[in-house]
């Protein structure tokens, strides 16, 4: 916010030259959008639980959030010259927020996307095995040091590698992540090797058979 104000009152104060001026407001522009991230992560975080209360929850596969996000993300990683696959081999029925389950898929695929250089690959794997829905997301891009790997959960914590590799990050999207799949009772783990790749896999109880089928519509309790 300080670099964007004083961005503005420079300009404001006639001090930046025209040919300058456009690269100043380019700036501008890209610090509005990092504060934007910041505010929608941030609340995000702010209202999870509140979110995951039991009239916020419907029946839904997991799949179809997990299409979603991959859809808007394939053509990220298509323009990046990044492959993207998605697998769901099964769908598993949840009983959770769908939009919370679509942050969650968004924030996984999109972080393999930005962290794997052209020429990598992305996976995105869905099933279903003794009673947990276990979503995977791999790719084959900067990996994760393992000194870095427990911090990467913690509110505000970017490594300085994925810094250099892509400015743009709140450092707020894993937080979130788990924070969500922690309030499911559900778990998420991660196994990486610099610069071979990562894999995050989380999982989440699968609807019990004395719920309703799959409706749509909210759970009755
Ligand atoms: P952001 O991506 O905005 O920095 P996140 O909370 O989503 O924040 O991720 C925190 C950090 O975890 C990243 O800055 C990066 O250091 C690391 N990270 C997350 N996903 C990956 C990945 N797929 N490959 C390599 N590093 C990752």
Request: glycine share 10%; aromatic share 6%.
């Amino acid at each position: 916010l300080t670099a964007l104000q004083s961005f503005l009152n420079l300009l404001y104060n006639g001090y930046v030259s025209p040919e300058k001026q456009k690269r100043f407001i380019e700036q501008a522009i890209e610090r509005s959008q990092g504060l934007l991230d910041m505010v929608d992560d941030l609340l995000n975080l702010a209202t999870a639980r509140e979110e995951m209360s039991p009239r916020n929850r419907v029946l839904i596969s997991l799949a179809e959030p997990m299409e979603q996000a991959g859809i808007l993300m394939q053509a990220r990683a298509e323009e990046k010259g990044v492959s993207f696959s998605m697998q769901p081999m099964h769908r598993p029925v949840i009983e959770a927020n769908p939009e919370q389950m679509r942050e969650v898929w968004t924030n996984l695929i999109s972080n393999a996307v930005k962290y794997t250089a052209a020429g990598g690959a992305v996976r995105v794997i869905l099933e279903e095995r003794e009673g947990w829905a276990v979503g995977t997301v791999e790719d084959t891009g900067i990996g994760i040091g393992p000194d870095e790997q427990e911090r990467i959960f913690m509110e505000f914590y970017r490594s300085p590698r994925a810094k250099e590799m892509e400015t743009q990050g709140t450092g707020l999207g894993l937080a979130l992540v788990k924070r969500i799949i922690d309030g499911y009772g559900g778990t998420i783990t991660v196994e990486s090797a610099l610069n071979k790749g990562s894999r995050f896999r989380f999982k989440i109880p699968v609807a019990t058979s004395s719920q309703t089928t799959l409706s749509g519509g909210p759970v009755q309790k």
